[in-house]
């Protein structure tokens, strides 16, 4: 055998070492593919996740099998899937708690980084609400009305989304004092708030909050977003109030480990862009509370950098930590 010159020895051990992540993203997928949710069943990443699953398994006519591993805020099944075998199949869902706990969270033992996004789904803004019987219209009448005290602030969990939000808005925005009054999830939260229990509560809008409206039990004070939202159009932006340029929102999305081919990359994001885009999805995330949204692998991933800054920065500045 003739003898090879260095330069094409190199070429031709880098063609073998790249050979195999080839052939396996030509043939994406030959195998079953398993989401693993972040959090228990029920919740809205544990519903978009099958029915994403579902649209997945048509599209790529392969089985897509979801699993529930919740804990720790997320972080138990998003450092499986980081840990997980960069092949396309085993994804992650999860929400904003993913871009929070990159910095809430002290001690664990994977990062955003080990992560790759595939698609962010769909997002729905973080509201303030109060009762319906409060009088109150909007967040300057319930600043007005509680001048002069502490207010009384419902939220579903501690380290959520919503809480962290609303703190900020309180402490940094707003400036006015707040107690913060934790509940075990959305549901007796919104409850407390319904019965004049607290003076309003924060919630994502898709979290129980856009229902409670528009069945009359609550009123929407604002919501942290640059326009207002389909499912609640008379709810004002904070921008509206005087408070502009702050903006933060729940979202659903599929992440993959950070290895895996860019080519198997952009053949999920595509077929999740294509599911959200059905009519029948669409009208499912409505009645959720939630928007649609679509765009490419990199765009997916310009956005959780966006996000990761936007609530390590929230973090930081209230001084939170879990560790």
Do not use: C
């Amino acid at each position: 055998m003739p003898h090879l010159r260095p330069a094409a020895t190199v070429f031709f051990a880098l063609a073998l070492l790249l050979a195999p992540g080839r052939a396996q993203a030509q043939t994406y997928p030959a195998n079953k593919i398993t989401i693993i949710v972040a959090f228990a069943p029920g919740g809205i990443a544990d519903t978009l996740a099958r029915l994403i699953g579902q649209g997945l398994s048509n599209r790529l006519h392969q089985s897509v099998v979801v699993e529930n591993r919740g804990g720790a805020g997320g972080n138990i099944a998003a450092a499986f899937v980081a840990r997980s075998a960069p092949d396309g199949y085993t994804l992650l869902a999860t929400t904003t708690a993913l871009a929070i706990n990159d910095t809430l969270f002290v001690n664990k033992d994977f990062s955003v980084a080990d992560l790759k996004t595939v698609a962010i789904a769909a997002t729905s803004p973080e509201s303030l609400v109060t009762s319906a019987t409060n009088p109150a219209s909007n967040l300057n009448d319930l600043l007005k009305a509680t001048a002069g005290r502490t207010i009384n602030l419902a939220i579903p969990g501690v380290g959520t989304g919503s809480d962290i939000e609303a703190e900020y808005f309180f402490k940094f925005l707003a400036k006015a004092p707040v107690q913060v009054i934790p509940f075990q999830g959305g549901a007796p939260a919104i409850n407390a708030t319904i019965g004049n229990q607290v003076d309003l509560m924060a919630s994502t809008l898709g979290g129980g909050a856009a229902a409670q409206i528009a069945g009359g039990k609550l009123k929407g004070l604002g919501i942290a977003a640059n326009r207002r939202a389909p499912v609640t159009p008379n709810v004002p932006t904070y921008a509206e109030q005087g408070f502009a340029g702050f903006t933060a929102a729940s979202w659903v999305g599929f992440f993959a480990p950070a290895k895996v081919d860019p080519k198997i990359l952009q053949t999920l994001n595509g077929a999740v862009n294509d599911i959200v885009k059905t009519p029948d999805i669409q009208k499912k995330l409505d009645d959720m509370g939630f928007e649609p949204i679509s765009g490419t692998q990199a765009q997916a991933d310009a956005m959780m950098a966006a996000e990761v800054k936007k609530w390590s920065d929230m973090v930081k500045a209230l001084g939170l930590s879990i560790k």
